[in-house]
């Protein structure tokens, strides 16, 4: 079973446009991570922020996490035609990492 | 260089025939995962290792099996493969400790059952 939701299911923006999407879960936490997926090809990890954290940046990814609410966000600032693929959010609880059902983005120029 | 390997990268197997697949790192991870993903579907996980500790999903079908004989391989043994395994399998390593590092995934194997 899955241990995170995310919404929205499919985003679709312009280029330079912001992305937020959003991953709940239902148990306690030793970290989540955010992945990205192109088309066909294998999981890029994005970004990972621990369970004491509220939040973390790496370039254009903004991640937030709030473990009173079991929730996190990804936003990506000035979104590229690049940016296009599958977001999932990913929960590890000691050595278990599951994956949420993602979000589908598509930046058009 | 490739850091966690799959192979083959492409699998073809017939119905009811037994098949395995492999994967092997070279990052010296405590942590090795097995995961099935269908298409435009999350990946879903069905066994990790930790360590030398095997942990089984509950809704992993039998036919579904794993061994690790080392801290570098793992593989995956579908005994009787049935049209619905057809997927990609992914396998991904990580060092889990009280500061878990993120997990690193292979390009997968994709299977298809004929």
């Known amino acids: 079973s899955q241990q995170g939701e995310e919404d929205p299911q499919a985003l679709s923006i312009q280029e330079g446009e912001n992305a937020t999407m959003n991953c709940s879960y239902k148990?306690?936490?030793?970290?989540l991570q955010w992945y990205r997926q192109n088309s066909g090809r294998g999981l890029v990890h994005l970004i990972l922020?621990?369970?004491?954290?509220r939040e973390k940046h790496s370039g254009r990814l903004r991640v937030t996490l709030d473990t009173s609410k079991k929730s996190s966000s990804l936003l990506i600032t000035a979104s590229r035609a690049a940016d296009t693929a599958s977001y999932f959010c990913?929960?590890?609880?000691?050595?278990?990492?599951?994956f949420g059902a993602g979000t589908q983005v598509v930046v058009t120029p | 260089d490739a850091m966690v390997i799959q192979n083959p990268r492409y699998q073809v197997t017939q119905f009811g025939k037994p098949v395995t697949l492999s994967c092997s790192q070279t990052?010296?991870?405590?942590?090795m995962y097995w995961y099935q993903q269908k298409s435009s579907q999350a990946p879903k996980l069905l066994f990790h290792?930790?360590?030398?500790?095997?942990?089984n999903e509950a809704d992993t079908p039998d036919n579904f099996q794993s061994r690790r004989p080392n801290t570098s391989f793992c593989f995956l043994d579908i005994r009787s493969p049935g049209l619905g395994d057809a997927a990609m399998y992914l396998c991904?390593?990580?060092?889990?400790?009280?500061?878990?590092?993120?997990?690193?995934f292979g390009q997968g194997t994709r299977l298809t059952v004929v």
């Open positions: 991904a390593t990580s060092r889990v400790t009280v500061l878990s590092t993120e997990a690193f």
């Open positions: 148990t306690s936490i030793n970290n």
């Open positions: 922020i621990r369970s004491n954290e």
């Open positions: 990913a929960t590890e609880v000691w050595g278990k990492l599951q």
């Open positions: 990052l010296n991870h405590n942590v």
């Open positions: 290792y930790y360590d030398k500790d095997f942990n």
